[in-house]
C-alpha cells in the first residue's frame, strides 16, 4: 500500500507525484489499510467479502463495491485502495455464483457468453442479486453491533454503493431505478450516494425515462466513447449514457472518457487492450434511439478527445483514465459522505480544467 501521507488539496500535485502524471483531486487524507476477507451467507447465498479499512481515523464513512460479472471480490483493486487511502472503509462483496465459477460452467466453455451475460443481466437475476445487497447492508451493521472488530470504526450513517458492470446494476437498483420484473429495494437513508462504472442499460423496453426517473440520490455514472462489452450485450457506448440522461438534476454527475474500453472500469490496473482502437460516436437521432444520447456536438467533441486519447503509448492512456477515475470518484465521495466543500468545488470548478480534452465531465 501507499505509506500513509498528508497531499495538498485544490487538485495541487504532491511532491513525490511522478511529473507526468497530474494526481488531480488530492484528498485531505491518505491513509494506509488492513485488508481482511471472509465468506458471509446472505439471503441463504455464500457472498465473498473483502474488507479495506485505513489505519488511521475513527468514524470512516463506508463504500460498499459490487464486482463485475465473472470477477471475485479481490476486483476493483485500483479504485478500492484509492478510496482507502482518501480514508474511506470499502467492502467488496459478490456472490459466489456471479464470481470467477460463471466462467468455468459448461456454458462458458464452449463460448456461450452471450447468453450467460444475458441471464446474469435479466430481471429475475437482479431481483436476486438486490435482495442480497439489501441483506449485506443489513448483515454489516448487525455485525458491527456485534462488535466485529474489523467494522468497529466504520460509520453506518454514512454510506456509498459503488459497482462496475453486473455490480454497476445493482447499484442502480439501489439508488431508486425502476425495472419491470424487479421488486423495489427500500435502503436506509444511511446510503447517501452511488457511483456506477460502466452503467447498464435495458434499451430494449424503451421505457428508459421512467426507469431512472426516480432516481433522486447523487450518483456519479462512469463511462466513455469505447465502453461496449465482450459478452455482446451491450454492442453500443452510447446506451451507457442513458441513465445519465433520464435520471432527475441533483447532483448527477458524468464522467465520459475518450477511448478507455470497458475493461479500464473493472480496475484492474491492467486492462485487456481494446480490439478497436477507434470508435465512431453516434450523431443526432430520432427521440427514443440509442443515437440520441448525446449533448449538441457531442459526437465532434468526442472525435476530439479520442484523436487526443490516441496519443503517446498505450500504457500511459491507461494511466491517465486510471487516475481520471480515482481524482474524480474521490471528489465525488468527499462531496457527498464528507460534506467537504473542496470535494464539491473541485468538482465544479478544477475537474474539468484538470481533464482536459481526453475526458468530459457534465453535471445536472
Known amino acids: 500500500m501507499t505509506p500513509g501521507c498528508v497531499s495538498k488539496r485544490h487538485g495541487e500535485p504532491a511532491a513525490s507525484a511522478k511529473p507526468h502524471i497530474d494526481p488531480g483531486y488530492a484528498p485531505e487524507r491518505r491513509s494506509q489499510s ?212 433520464y435520471m432527475p438534476a441533483g447532483q448527477k454527475y458524468l464522467l465520459l472518457l475518450a477511448g478507455a474500453p470497458h475493461s479500464l472500469f473493472a480496475g484492474t490496473g491492467t486492462p485487456a487492450k481494446p480490439t478497436q482502437e477507434t470508435v465512431s460516436e453516434p450523431g443526432p437521432g430520432l427521440p427514443g434511439d440509442e443515437s440520441s444520447f448525446s449533448d449538441s456536438g457531442q459526437g465532434e467533441r468526442n472525435k476530439r478527445r479520442i484523436t487526443s486519447a490516441q496519443q503517446g503509448s498505450s500504457a500511459a492512456r491507461r494511466a491517465t483514465e486510471v487516475a481520471q477515475v480515482q481524482s474524480v470518484t474521490a471528489a465525488f465521495l468527499d462531496a457527498t459522505l464528507k460534506n467537504d466543500p473542496v470535494g464539491s468545488e473541485w468538482l465544479s470548478r478544477n475537474a474539468k480544467r484538470w481533464l482536459g480534452e481526453s475526458a468530459e465531465l457534465l453535471s445536472k
Open 34 to 245: 488492513t485488508a481482511t476477507q471472509d465468506t458471509w451467507l446472505i439471503q441463504s447465498e455464500p457472498v465473498d467479502i473483502r474488507l479495506l479499512v485505513p489505519i488511521q481515523g475513527a468514524s470512516l464513512p463506508l463504500v460498499f463495491y459490487f464486482p463485475g460479472l465473472g470477477e471475485g471480490a479481490d476486483a476493483g483493486l485500483a479504485w478500492r485502495q484509492s478510496w482507502a487511502e482518501a480514508g474511506y472503509a470499502v467492502l467488496s462483496a459478490q456472490p459466489v455464483k456471479y464470481g470467477p465459477a460463471v466462467w468455468s460452467s459448461n456454458r462458458a466453455r464452449v463460448g456461450d457468453f452471450f447468453e450467460i451475460a444475458k441471464e446474469a443481466f435479466a430481471a429475475p437475476s437482479l431481483n436476486a442479486r438486490t435482495e442480497i445487497a439489501r441483506g449485506l447492508i443489513d448483515e454489516t451493521r448487525r455485525r458491527q453491533l456485534s462488535r466485529d472488530p474489523a467494522l468497529s470504526r466504520v460509520d453506518m450513517s454514512r454510506i456509498a454503493v459503488a459497482g462496475y458492470d453486473l455490480g454497476a446494476q445493482t447499484v442502480m437498483m439501489l439508488a431508486g431505478e425502476n425495472v419491470r420484473g424487479v421488486e423495489p429495494v427500500q435502503v436506509p437513508d444511511s446510503v447517501k450516494c452511488a457511483v456506477t462504472l460502466s452503467p447498464y442499460a435495458d434499451f430494449s423496453g424503451m421505457g428508459l425515462q421512467s426507469n431512472f426517473a426516480s432516481i433522486r440520490l447523487p450518483v456519479l455514472s462512469v463511462t466513455s466513447g469505447q465502453d461496449t462489452d465482450a459478452y455482446g450485450l451491450v454492442t453500443s457506448a452510447a446506451v451507457r449514457r442513458a441513465p445519465y440522461q
